[in-house]
């Protein structure tokens, strides 16, 4: 992935240049983005693209949620992306507000990433079959090839040594 490209427009918001990375799997999450312009894209850890979220979408709020550290990687899309931050202290306030719709955000965040989770092990197990698949193949050409000249060779068509 491409290089980290940010621009701070103000305390609230910030910009990214096209494909830029926003944060990495596995980082320390301090808030989540309100998109405002452009699109992000979400990969898995092993780089499979798993979302893409547009204008008035939020991303990176599950770790604030679950008090996690990152679990996917954000992208900037192909245009700038323009946020708006929220801070980590939003989402404090809400759990402290309202417990049944913490409890309810934080199931539906655990789903998701056990979704994202379920996707890229069917990527990765994907991508080990169509390795044998490949393999496969280019044995069965040269089987076919050894056969063809066994066939040639028993008719006649061909002189032993050539």
Known sequence: MTAKTER???????????QA???E???????????????VEIFAPLGLKLNTIGQGEIFGEASLLLNAKR?????????PVKVRKIPR??????QNKDLVMTALLKNVQLRLQDSNKQSSDLAKEIGQIL???EMQVNTNKEVSTRLSTIHKRLNGEMIFGD
Not at 8 to 18: L, T, Y
Not at 71 to 79: D, E, I, L, W, Y
Not at 89 to 94: E, I, K, N, P
């Open 89 to 94: 202290s939003y989402f404090d306030q809400l």
């Open 25 to 39: 799997h596995d980082s320390t999450s301090f808030e989540a983005y309100l998109v405002l312009e452009g699109e």
């Open 131 to 133: 390795k044998l698949v």
């Open 21 to 23: 990375i926003i944060y």
């Open 71 to 79: 679990s996917v990687t954000a992208r900037a899309g192909n245009m």
């Open 8 to 18: 701070n427009d103000g305390d609230n918001i910030r910009s990214w240049a096209p």
